[in-house]
């Protein structure tokens, strides 16, 4: 799987649209980018996962860029319970397992 | 649906003693996994399992065991226990390889 690099870490106004980077330029044509986020010493949470098309849920929106170079995780109305680390991963539909990196620490202040 | 339940939620091991991380899903999902997350970290994966009967190892596997003998369970079992073990662990399920995992609340291991 192709490996990725996140900010370490990020802030963010309340009410603000979260903009989270992340770089996979060495992504192949069967990967997808996987995003979760890990509230403090929860279990991780699924976000949201695309392949080439721009995806949106209830959650977030997922913006990855027409060469697939990088994608961009967009929580609209960021909110303090958003303070979290963000995990973006990419990893192809046939892979067993899911390899987490470090992410960023997005801190959501008031 | 109670989604990935383990237990215990927190747990104190002396060295050499052994104990089994459970974990149960009830949504009927083939893929199962575990992970381990020492402070400050990313999780790193323990064992994974495709379905009943059949378990694969993963990045760090040494020092532990899993069976996967229904759909629903996947235990881990920590032989002989040493300080290195002292982490977080996480189970998550999914039903198939490309959709989201979905991860339990963690048990918290130290070992003394």
């Known amino acids: 799987d192709a490996k990725t690099t996140q900010p370490t870490s990020m802030d963010c106004a309340e009410g603000r649209a979260a903009n989270l980077p992340c770089n996979h330029s060495t992504i192949s044509g069967n990967e997808y980018v996987y995003w979760y986020r890990q509230i403090h010493s929860q279990g991780p949470q699924y976000i949201i996962h695309?392949?080439?098309n721009n995806e949106t849920n209830e959650m977030a929106s997922l913006i990855i860029t027409e060469d697939r170079k990088s994608s961009t995780l967009i929580l609209p109305h960021a909110t303090l319970r958003d303070t979290a680390v963000y995990y973006c991963?990419?990893?192809?539909?046939?892979?067993?397992?899911?390899?987490f990196g470090q992410g960023t620490r997005l801190t959501i202040n008031p | 649906n109670a989604g990935v339940t383990q237990t215990p939620k927190f747990r104190i091991l002396k060295i050499g003693q052994s104990m089994t991380l459970q974990c149960t899903q009830d949504?009927?999902?083939?893929?199962m996994y575990w992970y381990r997350q020492d402070p400050g970290m990313g999780l790193k994966l323990i064992y994974y399992?495709?379905?009943?009967?059949?378990?694969d190892k993963g990045e760090v596997p040494n020092g532990y065991n899993v069976s996967r003998s229904t759909t629903e369970d996947f235990p881990l079992r920590l032989e002989l226990a040493a300080p290195s073990q002292t982490s977080v662990y996480f189970c998550?399920?999914?039903?198939?390889?490309?959709?989201?995992?979905?991860f339990g609340s963690g048990t918290r291991l130290t070992v003394v």
């Open positions: 998550a399920s999914s039903l198939n390889q490309g959709l989201g995992y979905t």
């Open positions: 695309g392949l080439k």
């Open positions: 991963i990419v990893r192809s539909q046939g892979a067993q397992k899911l390899v």
């Open positions: 949504m009927n999902h083939n893929y």
């Open positions: 399992s495709v379905g009943a009967g059949i378990t």
